[in-house]
Structures are given as structure tokens and as C-alpha cells.
């Protein structure tokens, strides 16, 4: 009598379907092939071709407009300056943080607290830390009960000339980022045992952190650092919100352009994208440069020898760093949640003075589109994503071909290091050419493009860690391999599945400028709502849409924790995960 599975005939696993074949070749076409055909429709438009629009001769006319808007060189300072200046803050903060408290209870604890402020969207953070900084918020009302002011002060602490407002926002939200990337990198680099080494030579805490441990996980973080630099330097909803309006950076001053009335203005602005490709390409540039000199000139600090034990302050200021970057995004979201529910608030009182639901009773009819709409699209880019990777990390491991190299990881991280602005006109004509303009196919796609790598970057390291005997026990007692997939590895990695399919989830819901543009403002989700209502500088309307950004990515979350917690409630080991 032939045993299950008789026919396959190995233990490792080698029989892999089509579907699986073709997967890794299917992921990457989704993921870079939008961004190559985008690209490619930003840069014809700027040289004067785009025949739908008229253009059917090579120009430099587009140029010569841009170089003569007025305040040009202001909006590519400002995008240069506060991206450059929120990336080294954030990069500075994180490296403190993990070198002054590593392997103590308050790293345990901000561990604990990265999921609720990574799952905050980026525009609903922005709200809440305009609201909490703004004149009238609670920073000053605090300030003002000490002082005995009446009324808040006459000063620019929200949309500042210099950028000031954006710097903080972003700070806010790519440090709990790099803190998770550098979470990943620390086992990979043995620095538990490191660090404990360059202790018992006599080093500080802070200081054999640095000479030891920094060197060997930064190789690992370097092209997250730099998905944060080029996210900081062209980001729209958040400047949008925090950056100044007269001029506002470049990726806000492209997107008006691209809105205008006026089509021909889009050859001008894919003119203006290129150049905020250039910025963004530049910034990486004279990052690389810097990291050669810091390490050029580190390796001589390191072999000097010196101890610093005396670090109380740093450390210090570290947790400090850390401690604001974390509550500016918490108390922000607690203000969102105030705000949505005040009534009358006088300055400078902490609480409202009345409380009242009216306004969230009167705006739950108006807000089912929204929500309905952000599920769908959330829902169908992440159910895409999830088979996507999930196929390509299974073929990994039915296969002898050896992991992915650096390559391969560029691959997944060139979404991340791209500016939206910079090829989403261009993705909009290519999706036009296919018949595909403002459907929902397109925006899901679009959406694709970004929820990828998250997906892939949140389950390869658990998928490749589960012990491979499991697979191999199951296939010598006669299992087929699609069989042991279904029934051993799947179950196992229920947890982590749902929890990269919640992270992938609070992607789209973050997306503003893909919906955008890509939708024709047919598909309006809660983040594009939002982010409208930010010139109305309506606060109640403003906290409502925040407060529900915030919540259906918490939801996302919550659902990846029930879900084993119900399935496994007899099965400690799947519930706690592998």
C-alpha cells in the first residue's frame, strides 16, 4: 500500500509547483515594474512629450518654467535641510537610545511601546504634534498655567519658516522605525555579548557600545537609514500639515502643480519631480560620503583606547530623546482623541470645560465611505501582498538556491528609497495607457507597490527562522510538501503571517499620495479626508479623522493578536507564537 505522499520520494522538501516558479519573478515585476513604467512617464513629460496633452516634440520648455517659479530654490532647500536634519536626529536618538539602555528594563519597555506608535499613520501623528505644540495646545497651556498667561503667545510654532515643526514630526515617527530595524540587526551582530565584552575591559557603557557594537549592525540598517532619508525629504501628507506654506517644500509645491487646472502645468511638474528625485539622490549621496569620513576618522577614536565611564548624563539624555520622541506621537493621539469629543475649551485649561459627542454622531454617515473605502483597498493590497510573499519565502525554502543577497534586498527597498512625487504622475498616464485610470485595480496596485516590502521585511525573518526539522519530520513520514505547507508550516506561522498582514495594513491606510493621484479623488480613504481638512484648521473634524486613522490600524493589530489567542486556545506553543 503506497504511503501519503508516495511519488516525492525526498525529505528536503524539492518538489515546488508553478505557482511558486513564478512567484519571486511576479513579486518583483509588481513591486519595481510601476515604479520603472512611472519613472519613465515622469521623464518624458519633462522634456516636452506627452502626446495625450499635446506634447509631441522634445522641449526644454518645462525646464525653463521651473527655474522661473518664484522661490524655487527656498522650496529645495527646505525639502534638503529638514530631511537631512530629521534623518540625522532620528539616526543620532536611536544609536544613543540602544547604546545607553541596551540589556536594561527601559529598552524592554520602549520595545513594548513600538507597535501602538509604528501602526500610528504618519498623517495622524503629524496632527496630533501640530496640535500638541501649536500656540494654543497643551505644551503652552502647560507653560501658561505657570507663567499665568490668559491667552497663548503670538509666536509661529506650527508651519515655522524653518521647517522646525516638520523636523520634530518626522523625528517622531522614523525613530520607532530605525529602532525596530536596529532591533533586527542586534542578535544578527552577536551585540549581547559584544557589549559585555567591551564592559569587562573597563569601557563605558555608551562609549563600547559605539566602538564595538555600531560598527558591526550598521551595514544592516544602512538602507533603512536611507529609506528614511529619502521618505523625509519628499514627503507630502506631513508637510502638508507641519511645513510652511510660503514657499512650502518642493514634493507639496509638485502636487499643486500636478492638481492644477491647467494640464499643461504637468510638464512643469514632472520637471519639478525629477528635480526631487535629484535632492533625494544627493542627500543619499552626501550621507554615503559622511559615513565614509565618520568611519575614517571613528577608527582612530576607537583604537585611542579611551574609556568614558563617566556617562550618567548621556545617558540621560538618551532616554530623554527617546522618552520625547515616543510621547510626542502618544500625546499627540491623546489630543486628537480630545479634541474630537470637546466642547467649549478655554486657554489656558488643560481639559475642555464641556464634552459632547454630537459632532462624531453628526459625521458617522458622512464617514462610511471613507472607512469602507480604506478596508477595501487596505484588504485587497495586503491579501495580494501576503500570498505574494508568502510564496516566494515557501519556494525560498523548498529549493537549494541560497537566500537572497544584497541585491535582492535593494530590490525590495527601492519602493522605499524612490519619491512618491517623482513617479506618480508618471504611474497615472501609464495606468491611463492601459485603461486602468482611476479604477480601483489601479489604486490597489499602487498601494501594492509600498505594502510589499513592509509584508516582506516583516515575515522573512520569522519564516526563515522556523526550524527546518519540522518540514523535514513531516515529509520522511510521507506528507507531500503542499501538504506539509498547509498543515504544519502555516499553522506554525499564524502569528507572524497576521502580524506582517497587520503591518502591511497600516501601510495602505497611511498612503495619501497614491489614493490621490492615482485615484482621481474617486476613491477618498480616511487619510486623503483628513489631510483635506487640514487647510479648514477645523480641530474637532480634524481629531475625529485622526482618532480613526489611528484606530483602524489598532484594529489590524488587535485582530493579529485574537486570531491565534482563538484558534490555538489549547495549543500554548502556537498561541505565544514560534
Not at 233 to 251: E, F, G, K, Q
Not at 430 to 436: A, E, H, I, V, W
Amino acid at each position: 500500500m503506497a504511503m501519503p505522499g508516495a511519488g516525492y520520494g525526498r525529505c528536503d522538501g524539492g518538489y515546488v509547483p508553478k505557482l511558486l516558479k513564478y512567484a519571486p519573478g511576479l513579486t518583483v515585476f509588481l513591486m519595481v515594474g510601476p515604479l520603472v513604467a512611472g519613472l519613465l512617464g515622469t521623464v518624458l513629460p519633462a522634456f516636452g512629450y506627452l502626446p495625450a496633452l499635446g506634447g509631441g516634440q522634445w522641449s526644454l520648455a518645462a525646464w525653463q518654467e521651473l527655474f522661473a517659479q518664484p522661490g524655487l530654490l527656498i522650496s529645495v532647500r527646505l525639502s534638503a535641510t529638514t530631511g537631512l536634519l530629521a534623518t540625522v536626529i532620528s539616526f543620532f536618538v536611536v544609536m544613543l537610545f540602544c547604546a545607553a539602555w541596551q540589556g536594561t528594563r527601559a529598552f524592554a519597555l520602549m520595545q513594548r511601546v513600538l507597535a501602538p506608535i509604528l501602526s500610528v499613520p504618519h498623517a495622524a501623528a503629524a496632527f496630533g504634534i501640530a496640535f500638541l505644540i501649536a500656540p494654543s495646545g497643551w505644551v503652552m497651556r502647560a507653560v501658561a498655567l505657570v507663567g499665568g498667561w490668559d491667552r497663548p503667545p503670538d509666536i509661529v510654532t506650527v508651519q515655522d519658516g524653518w521647517g522646525l515643526a516638520l523636523v520634530a514630526g518626522l523625528v517622531a515617527k522614523e525613530v520607532p522605525f530605525l529602532f525596530l530595524m536596529t532591533l533586527g540587526a542586534l542578535p544578527q551582530a552577536d551585540a549581547e555579548r559584544t557589549r559585555h565584552i567591551a564592559l569587562t575591559l573597563g569601557y563605558g557603557r555608551v562609549a563600547g557600545w559605539f566602538k564595538t557594537v555600531l560598527p558591526r549592525i550598521y551595514p544592516q540598517i544602512k538602507l533603512p537609514v536611507f529609506a528614511v532619508l529619502a521618505y523625509s525629504a519628499s514627503v507630502v501628507d506631513v508637510a502638508m500639515i507641519l511645513a510652511p506654506t510660503t514657499p512650502a517644500p518642493l514634493a507639496v509645491r509638485i502636487l499643486h502643480w500636478l492638481s492644477d487646472p491647467d494640464l499643461s502645468m504637468r510638464f512643469m511638474a514632472s520637471a519639478a519631480a525629477l528635480v526631487q528625485l535629484g535632492v533625494v539622490v544627493a542627500l543619499i549621496v552626501l550621507w554615503w560620503g559622511g559615513e565614509k569620513l565618520v568611519a575614517r576618522f571613528g577608527r582612530g577614536w576607537a583604537e585611542a583606547g579611551g574609556r568614558y565611564r563617566y556617562e550618567g548624563s548621556v545617558r540621560t539624555a538618551g532616554a530623554l530623546a527617546a522618552l520625547i520622541a515616543a510621547g510626542m506621537v502618544l500625546l499627540g493621539i491623546a489630543g486628537l482623541a480630545v479634541w474630537s469629543i470637546a466642547g467649549f475649551w478655554r486657554f489656558p485649561d488643560m481639559l475642555p470645560g464641556q464634552w459632547t459627542l454630537k459632532l462624531w454622531l453628526r459625521e458617522l454617515p458622512a464617514l462610511g465611505d471613507g472607512v469602507i473605502n480604506t478596508i477595501i483597498i487596505g484588504g485587497a493590497a495586503v491579501l495580494l501582498a501576503i500570498v505574494l510573499v508568502v510564496a516566494c519565502l515557501e519556494r525560498e525554502q523548498r529549493t537549494t538556491v541560497s537566500r537572497p543577497g544584497r541585491g535582492a534586498l535593494w530590490l525590495i527597498y527601492v519602493p522605499l528609497l524612490m519619491p512618491q512625487i517623482s513617479f506618480m504622475f508618471g504611474l497615472q498616464v501609464f495606468f491611463t495607457f492601459l485603461g486602468l485610470e482611476r479604477t480601483l485595480v489601479s489604486v490597489v496596485l499602487a498601494h501594492l507597490v509600498f505594502v510589499l516590502p513592509y509584508v516582506f521585511l516583516s515575515l522573512a525573518d520569522p519564516f526563515r527562522a522556523l526550524d527546518a526539522r519540522y518540514r523535514q519530520t513531516a515529509l520522511c513520514l510521507g506528507a507531500s510538501p503542499d501538504r506539509v505547507f498547509w498543515r504544519v508550516i502555516l499553522p506554525l506561522l499564524t502569528r507572524p503571517v497576521l502580524a506582517a498582514m497587520a503591518v502591511g495594513f497600516a501601510v495602505s491606510i497611511g498612503q495619501y499620495l497614491p489614493t490621490l493621484l492615482i485615484g482621481a479623488g474617486r476613491f477618498a480613504t480616511i487619510t486623503t479626508d483628513a489631510v483635506a481638512l487640514a487647510a479648514g484648521n477645523d480641530r474637532r473634524m480634524i481629531g475625529i479623522y485622526g482618532v480613526l486613522q489611528t484606530i483602524l490600524p489598532f484594529a489590524g493589530f488587535g485582530i493579529a493578536m485574537l486570531v491565534p489567542a482563538i484558534l490555538f486556545r489549547r495549543r500554548r506553543g502556537l498561541r505565544s507564537g514560534t
